[in-house]
């Protein structure tokens, strides 16, 4: 099993839309959680850290569930410029300096 | 503020030869990292370098060797290039709690 685990998609959505990403991780010690975003040929960008309480950053807000060891991703009200790709990231293990990335789950918003 | 700077952005290399990924970052941090981005394989950890003057195998370190400069740089060295090792390969910064910060890659082709 991986550590990190993403639906790849394609999400095919339209403009304005509210979607949703899942993603759950195998090592139940994991300390820290982020979303990134990638755009087609450019490096990983952080999108927003995932805390416990869950989170909101304007239109997205993040969710984690530790009992079932998966955290979320809400977008609302999408836009054009939210087609990219979504990389769920994990801190294991305190003191650990490594991020796990999942494979990423690929968006794209139709007009 | 420039970030995080990798050179060469792109390269094409006979198996056989060698090369050095170059990695400079001006965002004072203590640890760097290398990845390797493969199409279904997520990001994977190659080298990190919690401070200057030590390094650390990640994931994939096999055919790669790489070296701490000093604070700011962190190569990242092909002593003898295979096919396998085709790639996007990526550098990044800790930014404290907040993950990472990323160079924009090198796509390596190795014929």
């Known amino acids: 099993r991986k550590e990190v685990e993403q639906d790849p998609g394609p999400f095919n959505v339209p403009e304005g839309a509210t979607v949703a990403f899942n993603c759950t991780y195998s090592n139940s010690a994991s300390q820290s959680f982020f979303w990134y975003r990638q755009d087609c040929r450019k490096e990983p960008k952080l999108l927003m850290s995932?805390?416990?309480s869950g989170n909101e950053d304007g239109r997205f807000t993040a969710q984690l569930n530790r009992a079932s060891q998966y955290i979320s991703l809400l977008i609302r009200d999408s836009k054009l410029s939210d087609s990219a790709t979504y990389l769920c990231?994990?801190?294991f293990g305190i003191g650990n300096e490594k991020l796990t990335f999942g494979t990423g789950t690929r968006l794209t918003i139709i007009p | 503020n420039a970030g995080v700077t990798q050179t060469p952005k792109f390269q094409v290399l006979k198996t056989g030869q060698s090369m050095t990924l170059q990695c400079a970052q001006d965002?004072?941090?203590?640890?760097m990292y290398w990845y390797r981005q493969d199409p279904g394989m997520g990001l994977r950890l190659i080298y990190y370098?919690?401070?200057?003057?030590?390094?650390d195998k990640g994931e994939v370190p096999n055919g790669y060797n790489v070296s701490r400069l000093n604070k700011r740089e962190f190569s990242l060295r092909l002593e003898s290039a295979a096919p396998s090792q085709t790639s996007v390969y990526f550098c990044a910064g800790r930014q404290d709690f907040y993950g990472y910060t990323f160079g924009s890659g090198t796509r390596l082709t190795v014929v």
């Open positions: 990231v994990v801190k």
């Open positions: 965002m004072n941090h203590n640890s």
């Open positions: 995932v805390y416990s």
């Open positions: 370098s919690a401070s200057e003057g030590t390094t």
